[in-house]
């Protein structure tokens, strides 16, 4: 099909920045073989592109304006440079900042288990002192009768959110309705030495 | 200094402030050019110059690839606009000012002065004047694509509008240029 001025001029400037594909290019080129209107238009185009482009025509920031980045790039440079004298510190940084992002979360994470898994093994502790009429003695030297460590292990569970019927074969209290006995707040297993159980 | 702008960039980060410098030396014109058409005004054409490096400083890690050019007039277009929106709207171009002259009148229009006509012997310094009585949209896509060698693509990403709207504002530009400079028009054409 044959190419118009009007396409032509258009693909004369697309032309210009290489986003004319190849079969285009022939296009033109055939065209402008035969359009002199078109091959004047391109190099009028060129033309005062080209003038337009010349240095005259444009004018420069003023000096003060390229002091003033100079200056800026230089403290930005020497602000890196304090903080990471060698290039590779930087990327270091960056590694150490993250390695201590997950370590901590893993830990923080496994403390939170580990401390669940604690409450659940001082209710069994207290739970088997219930059982065996034991009195177990806190670190506090409080002597906790075997009495009341069946209230305080039923507690326990059910902070925990575990059915006192389905963990333990313990009889079902009402504990867990009252106050939170003080020997179960810091809810460690340190708090219970087997020790010294009687 | 040799190198791209990447390269150049790249050594800036690791400390080099030459290698900032020779960029800065690169792309002072065509950037100049652009914002001197954006604005109007070499004082603030200056100041957005000074905002667009300090971004470009600051903000460098953001440089991935592709023209450093189109990045620098993306930055400056950004902060010419957000300075555009800072401005309040505190003069109706209607409203009488002095001596009984509306704004319109005050203002001096886009036509080169007598002593600017005479001044503007050289060929390049009559396009640039023509090329400053273009509607702003048009005179972009011309600055942009004669100063920044942006392609059509990256200035209609720029402008937000499609590749033939690009193209059709630079046809236009030309058309007006054609018609405002005339007989100097024909002496491009004559390779004067």
């Known amino acids: 099909m044959k190419m118009n001025c009007e396409k032509s001029q258009q693909y004369i400037l697309l032309r210009q920045t290489g986003e004319l594909s190849s079969s285009d290019i ?24 080209s003038a337009a482009a010349s240095p005259r025509a444009v004018p420069e920031p003023g000096a003060a304006v390229m002091a003033a980045i100079r200056r800026a790039a230089s403290i930005e440079a ?14 270091a940084a960056y590694a150490a900042a993250a390695v201590f992002i997950v370590c901590g979360t893993l ?26 009429n034991l009195d177990i003695i806190s670190q506090s030297g409080k002597v906790e009768k075997g009495q009341e460590l069946q209230a305080l292990a039923s507690h326990l569970l059910l902070m925990e959110g575990f059915g006192v019927d389905e963990s333990l074969d313990i009889e079902p209290s009402d504990a867990g309705d009252e106050p939170l006995p003080t020997a179960l707040q810091s809810r460690s297993i340190d708090a219970f030495d087997l020790q010294k159980c009687v | 200094m040799e190198g791209s702008d990447r390269q150049l960039l790249y050594r800036y980060r690791r ?22 058409n954006m604005t109007q005004r070499q004082h603030e054409a200056e100041e957005i110059f000074q905002e667009v490096w300090l971004r470009v400083i600051r903000k460098q890690a953001n440089y991935k690839h592709g023209n450093f050019c189109g990045w620098l007039i993306r930055i400056a277009r950004n902060v010419f606009i957000d300075r555009t929106r ?17 704004l319109v009148q005050v203002i001096p229009d886009n036509e080169p002065a007598p002593a600017d006509r005479i001044a503007a012997r050289d060929l390049g310094l009559k396009v640039a004047e023509a090329v400053k009585t273009l ?58």
């Open chain 1, 107 to 132: 830990i923080w994470s496994y403390s939170n288990r580990l401390d669940n898994h604690t409450s659940q093994v001082t209710a069994i502790v207290l739970a088997v002192g219930a059982e065996e």
């Open chain 1, 26 to 49: 022939r296009g033109l080129d055939r065209h402008l073989a035969d359009c002199a209107a078109c091959r004047e238009y391109r190099d009028s185009v060129e033309a005062m592109m």
């Open chain 2, 135 to 192: 509607p702003p949209d048009q005179r972009e896509v011309f600055m942009m694509r004669v100063h920044a060698d942006l392609s059509f693509r990256e200035i209609a990403r720029m402008q937000k509008v499609s590749i033939n709207t690009a193209l059709a504002r630079m046809q236009y530009a030309l058309g007006k240029l054609r018609t405002i400079l005339g007989e100097e028009y024909k002496a491009l054409n004559n390779g004067n």
């Open chain 2, 15 to 36: 400390g080099n402030l030459e290698a900032l410098e020779a960029l800065v030396e690169r792309y002072k014109r065509p950037l100049f050019a652009v914002l001197i």
């Open chain 1, 78 to 91: 020497d602000h890196k440079m304090i903080f990471f004298p060698v290039p590779a510190m930087q990327w």
């Open chain 2, 86 to 102: 800072r401005r309040k709207p505190d003069a109706s171009l209607d409203a009488e000012c002095a001596e009984g002259l509306t």
